[in-house]
Each structure stands twice: as C-alpha cells, then as structure tokens.
C-alpha cells in the first residue's frame, strides 16, 4: 500500500489513532507507521480489527434504518479521518455534517471536497454506565431492540463476539 497524500502539518512520524482505524476498515489515509502499530494492537488484542469493523456496521445499519424512515439529515460526531462507509456514502441523498476536534482527522477530512467537516469543541472522554447513557435518552423513544453492543443491531447476533461499544438509536416522540 502506497502512503496517500498528507496535510501539511499532519506527523507521520508516530501512528495516530484516526489513521489506525481507517487501515482496520481498509481505507487509504493511513502510513505506515499507522499499520505497523495497528498490528502489533491486533497481535495482543485479536478483536481490534472486529471492533473497527463492527462499529463501521453499525454505523451502516443506522443510518440505513433513518433513512428508510424518512431522516435525511445527519451529524456525524466523531467521523475521523474519511474512510470507507461514511455517512454519506450510505445515504448519497441525505445533508450531513461531520464533527471531529482531533487535529489529525480534521486535517485530512479537510483535503478531501467530499467531506464538509466543522470543528467542535474537545469534551474530555468519560466513562458511564449503561444506566447513566439511557438517561441521556430520557424522554425519547428508543428503537428496538435498545442499547445494545453493536454487533447486535438492529437485531442479536448468537455466536457473533461482542465489542463492548453499546450503540442506541432513538427519535423524538
């Protein structure tokens, strides 16, 4: 795989998470550095690449499910360096906005005239049960089958090995 065009600005010296995440889903804005890391990752932890992959579908499902329901426009937090099956690759139709704060993502989402990225603000990571995220849904109605791992929406997947990232996906009444 050849090194694809960096931002100005952009090191490329060490891996950077973003980049790692796109060579999991077979992207091409990663280097080598980026894949070097990611499999010494995969070579102590054998799920990562299911994980990436895993959540990429999930990401396919809901928003395929939204769209089958009439929603045509989206917010993507979080979207990372562009990959493969982004928000509006799965609903070509739909307006989408895509949110990212790390400097890496936002650098190569802005060479790229199909992304339209928009800086946020940085809200530090915080870990919450699965009680405290519901709550966060409070007074919306929650699609079935509920918060569940990603591997098991829009329906349970026996057999299939579960990532520990809970996805959910609500409307207002």
């Not at 931002?7 to 280097?31: F, I, S």
């Not at 992304?115 to 870990?127: C, H, I, K, M």
Request: charged share 20%.
């Amino acid at each position: 795989m050849t090194d694809p065009a960096v931002p100005p600005g952009v090191d490329v010296e060490r891996a950077n998470v973003a980049r790692m995440y796109d060579y999991w889903l077979g992207g091409a804005h990663n280097v080598a550095v980026d894949r070097e890391h990611a499999n010494r990752i995969e070579a102590s932890n054998r799920t990562a690449r299911h994980a990436a992959r895993s959540s990429r579908a999930y990401l396919c499902h809901v928003v395929q499910w939204c769209v089958e329901r009439g929603i045509d426009q989206f917010l993507d937090l979080g979207s990372g360096v562009p990959t493969v099956g982004n928000v509006h690759e799965i609903a070509p139709a739909a307006r989408v906005a895509y949110v990212d704060h790390e400097a890496v993502a936002v650098a190569h989402s802005r060479i790229r005239a199909a992304a339209e990225v928009f800086r946020g603000s940085a809200n530090p990571v915080t870990l919450r049960s699965r009680a405290e995220l519901l709550n966060a849904f409070d007074g919306l109605t929650i699609a079935a089958p509920g918060m569940v791992d990603v591997v098991d929406w829009p329906a349970a997947r026996p057999g299939v090995e579960k990532v520990g990232m809970y996805a959910v996906c609500a409307s207002r009444p």
